[in-house]
């Protein structure tokens, strides 16, 4: 069981490191999709370069057949059924979002973090809203 599942982009990498980082110091336990086994093994290492992993992986031809996508989707729903929260790191991609909306569906606590420039009537599925990694963090008592 997860207390945090992170959903953001994976361009978004340090952002999402430290915020899991942070979370954990806070001896919270956190699913973050760029830690999972799956991700190391199918998208890129923590060492590597976050827009040319993500280059490589949007170039996986006949996706919706490859086990390897295949087995980064099913990792990431398993954790996120197994997760109290889901957090919305922005700037994130439609996968994010997709999963923000399962959560939702899921009936978890659903939490915004960064600025949200349009209106979007679909963003009252969070529970919570902060405008900064830090903002969030200080909400947790000492």
């Known amino acids: 069981m997860y207390d945090f599942f992170i959903a953001s982009r994976y361009r978004n990498k340090p ?9 954990e110091e ?11 086994d ?3 093994k199918h998208v890129g290492t923590l060492e590597d370069n976050a827009e040319e ?5 949007e170039a ?8 390897r996508i295949k087995e980064i989707f ?17 700037p994130a991609g439609k996968s994010a979002h ?6 939702y569906g899921m009936g978890k606590k659903c939490i915004l973090i960064g600025e949200q420039k349009e209106t979007e009537s679909l963003y009252f599925i969070f529970d919570e809203t902060f405008s900064t990694i830090d903002a969030f963090l200080s909400s947790f008592p000492s």
Request: proline fraction near 0%; charge should be positive.
């Open 26 to 36: 806070k001896r919270k336990k956190v699913y973050c999709f760029i830690q999972s």
């Open 53 to 57: 992993a993500m280059k490589k992986y």
């Open 60 to 67: 996986i031809e006949n996706w919706r057949e490859d086990v």
């Open 38 to 40: 799956a991700s190391r």
């Open 15 to 23: 952002e999402v490191l430290l915020l899991a980082k942070k979370l």
């Open 98 to 103: 997709m999963e923000a909306g399962a959560a």
């Open 74 to 90: 099913e990792t990431d729903m398993h954790a996120l059924r197994n997760s109290e929260a889901l957090i919305l790191l922005l």
